[in-house]
């Protein structure tokens, strides 16, 4: 698999514009971002979907236009180290995909206090129900005297729409298929996990290697211990689609 392919597509590149740029044919393209999305929902299992205490989360969806339909694609994020705790894509708008969301959330969480924030969607209130229970002082205690807001998501859904070309709002480069589209969601939010540093974070860190809540395998090492990288950098395109 070329390097520079799914690399590209995961910071905004076009399908069509990496075809004419590298001379690929565009089946092969296709191919390479099928497997890189494969192997960034792997790591995303292996790495991330591990119970850690979350505390706040914000989970938001976006509308999304392909070529002769809408989808839908949510998304929700550990507040506390900007970690993508996945998402999940339909193309309706209902309880059964924001249930799908609320599944993965579960299985990032260890039993402990959790308050969800969302907009008005009533499924959004439905679902988190089933995932938890609690009062209103629960809630204002875990955000620390904080404004409810849900401003780290929304953040999150303008860098998926800016990192994936059919995400954008206007676009002649539309998705066509929803399995094509959820591929390119886990390779974006998987190197946004793992290669790319929040400047929010301290010492600039990405959120898997956030010390508070970051990604953290089954052996105590982070992904860039797995991937034999140094300490000292962040980790690459080369070493992410080799973890495994």
């Known amino acids: 698999m070329s390097k520079s392919s799914p690399c590209s597509v995961a910071h905004g590149c076009p399908i069509a514009a990496i075809v004419v740029a590298y001379g690929f044919q565009r089946q092969t393209v296709c191919a390479w971002l099928d ?5 960034s929902e ?3 299992q292996h790495l991330v979907c591990q119970p850690r205490t979350l505390g706040a989360v914000q989970a938001d969806d976006i509308r999304v236009r392909q070529q002769g339909q809408v989808v839908w694609m949510a998304l929700a994020l550990l507040v506390a180290t900007r970690l993508w705790l996945g998402g999940a894509v339909s193309p309706r708008r209902d309880g ?18 959790l308050v969800v ?14 995932l938890a229970h609690g009062t209103a002082a629960w809630a204002v205690q875990l955000l620390g005297g904080s404004t409810i807001q849900t401003a780290y998501i929304e953040r999150l859904n303008g860098t998926f729409r800016a990192r ?4 954008a709002r206007w676009t002649r480069a539309g998705g066509r298929t929803v399995a094509r589209l959820e591929r390119g969601m886990w390779l974006v939010g998987t ?13 600039a ?21 797995r991937a034999g990288v140094g300490a000292t950098r962040t980790l690459g395109a080369r070493e992410f689609l080799h973890v495994g």
């Open 96 to 113: 059964a995909l924001i249930a799908r969301l609320c599944t993965l959330v579960r299985a990032c969480a260890l039993p402990a206090p």
């Open 42 to 44: 792997a790591v995303y």
């Open 205 to 225: 860190r990405t959120p898997g290697r956030h010390p508070t809540g970051g990604v953290v395998s089954q052996t105590g090492t982070d992904l860039r211990g």
């Open 164 to 167: 994936l070309a059919p995400l």
């Open 117 to 130: 924030l969302v907009d008005g969607f009533a499924a959004y209130v439905t679902q988190v129900r089933r």
């Open 35 to 39: 497997a890189a999305g494969v192997q």
């Open 191 to 203: 190197v946004d996990n793992c290669c790319t540093p929040h400047g929010s974070l301290a010492d």
